[in-house]
T-cell receptor, first 117, second 117 residues
Framework: AQSVTQLDSHVSVSEGTPVLLRCNYSSSYSPSLFWYVQHPNKGLQLLLKYTSAATLVKGINGFEAEFKKSETSFHLTKPSAHMSDAAEYFCVVTPRGANFGNEKLTFGTGTRLTIIP | GAVVSQHPSRVICKSGTSVKIECRSLDFQATTMFWYRQFPKQSLMLMATSNEGSKATYEQGVEKDKFLINHASLTLSTLTVTSAHPEDSSFYIC?????????????FGPGTRLTVL
């Protein structure tokens, strides 16, 4: 069994300040973890993924996340927010495997990021 | 690479009619496709998983006779909402994973917004 908890349903930050979106996971297996972003009325875009290599994962648009097994966390960060970062962010977990593109994804409930000009 | 398209992007139909939504992988072969449903301001709920040439596997609580899924080729899956009712109004998103270098995650389409009057 696996689950994801996104601790904040809504985060507001000022443009140019750091972003922190929190995610904790629970998994019976070694997990793979992802962050996806969804802009209004759009599909999901993969920001970054952790599979089994380096615990600090760098993604697109300046985002990164750190896998911390001891804390069962996979928080998403960005040093400086941009107006274009305003969107919904989903933390996702799936069992790690050689072909986990075919595994069921378990989504968190999402965090809406608002950027204040 | 790894582009998934959906058609149509928006559809409005009358209650009682059927609507077909197409999901295509444009530059890779999708051995597995997933269909999700997303209610406003909520997370994605997996409806079903389909493998090319096989019957779809539906999640608990999803009516397979209402949501017909066909995955007839390695680049196309369709979701048909039969006898649609207003409660079927939602944002439907497909994802696909494939062979070779495209097994590492699911690639999402842009979504289809269905409104049933």
């Amino acid at each position: 069994a696996q689950s994801v908890t996104q601790l904040d349903s809504h985060v507001s930050v000022s443009e140019g300040t750091p972003v922190l979106l929190r995610c904790n996971y629970s998994s019976s297996y070694s997990p793979s973890l992802f962050w996806y972003v969804q802009h209004p009325n759009k599909g999901l875009q993969l920001l970054l993924k952790y599979t089994s290599a380096a615990t600090l994962v760098k993604g697109i648009n300046g985002f990164e996340a750190e896998f911390k097994k001891s804390e069962t966390s996979f928080h998403l960060t960005k040093p400086s927010a941009h107006m274009s970062d305003a969107a919904e962010y989903f933390c996702v977990v799936t069992p790690r495997g050689a072909n986990f593109g075919n595994e069921k994804l378990t989504f968190g409930t999402g965090t809406r990021l608002t950027i204040i000009p | 690479g790894a582009v998934v398209s959906q058609h149509p992007s928006r559809v409005i139909c009358k209650s009682g009619t059927s609507v077909k939504i197409e999901c295509r992988s444009l530059d890779f072969q999708a051995t597995t496709m997933f269909w999700y449903r997303q209610f406003p301001k909520q997370s994605l709920m997996l409806m079903a998983t389909s493998n090319e040439g096989s019957k779809a596997t539906y999640e608990q609580g999803v009516e397979k006779d209402k949501f017909l899924i066909n995955h007839a080729s390695l680049t196309l899956s369709t979701l048909t909402v039969t006898s649609a009712h207003p409660e079927d109004s939602s944002f439907y998103i497909c994802s696909a994973s494939g062979t070779s270098t495209f097994t590492d995650t699911q690639y999402f389409g842009p979504g289809t917004r269905l409104t049933v009057l």
